[in-house]
């Protein structure tokens, strides 16, 4: 038997590569992914998880990639409304910033308008009394406290959510799954897969490289020939961004912060995880050495925990790195000159297209996690225009994988669950898998010793989904990107869990 043939192979797991083998398979075409590590495991589980326009793009004059991304955020706030919700922004204006109230105010305007009719509070300025009421910000030299509306989005579990419907459609998706070497023949390409300790072929007309960080090195494996080319090397800058953790302060903030910071910098800080904590970042460093191991630097956490002290004032005494619970650095991978200032170089997706016969090569390059469904759908047609032939557009307004419930159907839907689970668990539950908390529930039913806790908040039934639905290997897998636990479990209690992945 000859290799298998698909007509696309799909290179990364990251948010792109899966909502691409998403919308191919629900046209109808045969589909494969590899993913090498984890679903998300690099920059998709790294962003500042936010599904957002962009505010501070209207000031580079970015105004299409703000007005698709807004449209993008109120698309995700339907479809996936487990994994995406709205999250309020105060951007206060102290008197020594560049950007004068009058300015930013200018700008949620706009903001407000290219996002007219998605249901989204409109932006304004805070009454003196509730600027009174804000727990920690300091007040010296504060002229103003702006507002407006974006959301949070569960980056990760976008990403899993695209690559499992993906698999419900038909595409053949794994992760630990890498592709080794790509060699054009006539009509497409012969791809080299590693799964589990084997090597096999797959033949396909056309191959995506969504690859993130490592777009270069999958690009390089298209050897260079009279009758084939690889795409054109290009200007390709790593910068990453870091985030920091803190838990929440005393009395909780309820609402996210848009700062700016020193030079054209914007910094956040987001209440995350049901208010249990506050996630500070981002930086702009460009990265050298190896992109798949990106961390926060200690130059980066003393950067972010100074600035969150110039801005808020604790009466315990300032933010220190004792108090960092959690940190990670993610990747921008920027298509721009090595002179360009990052936060310059725009972030509109770029996609190079190469033909072989009736095949060809994508290769993709920067993007956002808000513009994912878009961009997927942009690379379907560059697929359509070099010749393969697909089903019609579907992804705009269809339902996530889990996304069937709206946010209060979830809320109803945690409190009926099994009385053998915990009210909290069921609402984390409800929170993170949408409607597939049917699963969890019915597997429960028929089997009631499945609600026991392997650890606290964790009943054994989580984890069986977790390794036989959504391909959990290890403990990080589940701990970091099926759920965010690893920041409430103590280290015996993550240890059990990392040898239960080991076990099965
Ligand atoms: C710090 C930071 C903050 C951000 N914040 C936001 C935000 O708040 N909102 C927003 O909309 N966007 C944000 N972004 C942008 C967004 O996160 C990225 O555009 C998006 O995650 C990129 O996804 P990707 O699929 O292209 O790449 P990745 O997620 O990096 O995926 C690439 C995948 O390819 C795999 N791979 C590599 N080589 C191979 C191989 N040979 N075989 C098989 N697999 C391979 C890797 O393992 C990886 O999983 C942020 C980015 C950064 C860096």
């Not at 650095?329 to 920027?334: D, E």
Request: proline share 6%; glycine share 10%.
């Amino acid at each position: 038997m000859g290799p298998k043939t698909v007509d696309l192979v799909v290179v990364g797991g990251g948010i792109h590569g899966a909502a691409i083998a998403r919308d191919a398979a629900g046209r109808g075409l045969r589909v494969l992914l590899a993913e090498r590590e984890d679903y998300a495991g690099l920059t998709s589980s790294l962003s500042s998880k936010l599904a957002h326009g962009g505010l501070r793009y209207l000031e580079h004059m970015e105004f299409k990639l703000v007005r698709e991304s807004l449209s993008e955020r109120a698309g995700l706030l339907k479809t996936a409304p487990h994994l995406v919700s709205p999250l309020k922004f105060l951007l206060p204006i102290f008197d020594w910033q560049p950007r004068s109230a009058w300015f930013v105010h200018t700008g949620l305007a706009l903001y407000d308008l290219l996002s007219l009719g998605d249901g989204m509070p409109a932006s304004g300025r805070l009454a003196k009394d509730d600027v009174d009421r804000l727990p920690h910000l300091r007040r010296d030299h504060l002229d103003a406290v702006l507002h407006y509306h974006d959301a949070h989005a569960d980056d990760a579990r976008l990403t899993l959510s695209a690559a499992l419907d993906a698999r419900t459609r038909g595409a053949d998706v794994a992760n630990r799954r890498a592709v080794t070497a790509i060699v054009p023949r006539e009509n497409g390409y012969t791809v080299a897969l590693s799964e589990q300790g084997k090597t096999r072929q797959i033949e396909t007309r056309f191959v995506v490289n969504t690859a993130g960080p490592f777009v270069g090195e999958v690009d390089a494996m298209i050897p260079q020939g009279p009758s084939y080319r690889g795409p054109s090397p290009r200007d390709i800058r790593l910068v990453r961004g870091s985030h920091i953790v803190l838990p929440m302060p005393e009395p909780a903030e309820t609402c996210a912060y848009t700062l700016q910071d020193e030079g054209e910098r914007i910094l956040f800080v987001i209440p995350w995880l049901d208010g249990n904590f506050l996630m500070i970042g981002t930086t702009d460093v460009p990265q050298s050495g190896d992109p798949g191991r990106a961390v926060c630097s200690p130059a980066e956490k003393t950067y972010l925990l100074a600035a969150y002290n110039r801005y808020f004032a604790h009466a315990g005494g300032p933010a220190t790195e004792d108090d960092i619970v959690f940190d990670w650095a993610g990747l921008r991978t920027l298509h721009g000159a090595p002179d360009e200032q990052p936060s310059r170089i725009s972030r509109e997706v770029t996609i190079e297209t190469k033909a072989q016969g009736h095949g060809g090569f994508l290769s993709l390059v920067g993007g956002k996690l808000t513009t994912h469904r878009a961009t997927a759908e942009q690379v379907l047609a560059r697929l359509q225009a070099l010749g393969l032939e697909m089903g019609p557009s579907w992804t705009k307004g269809a339902p996530a994988y889990g996304g069937t419930l709206d946010r209060e159907a979830l809320v109803a839907r945690a409190q009926e669950g099994p009385a053998s689970v915990l009210p909290q668990t069921r609402r984390r539950w409800a929170f993170t898998y949408g409607d597939k908390i049917e699963d969890l529930y019915t597997q429960i039913a028929k089997e009631p010793g499945l609600a026991e806790e392997i650890v606290p908040g964790v009943p054994r039934a989580e984890l069986q989904h977790a390794a036989s639905v959504e391909d959990a290997r290890t403990g990080e897998d589940f701990l970091l990107r099926r759920t965010k636990l690893r920041l409430f479990l103590d280290e015996a209690a993550r240890e059990t869990v990392e040898d239960w992945f080991a076990k099965t």
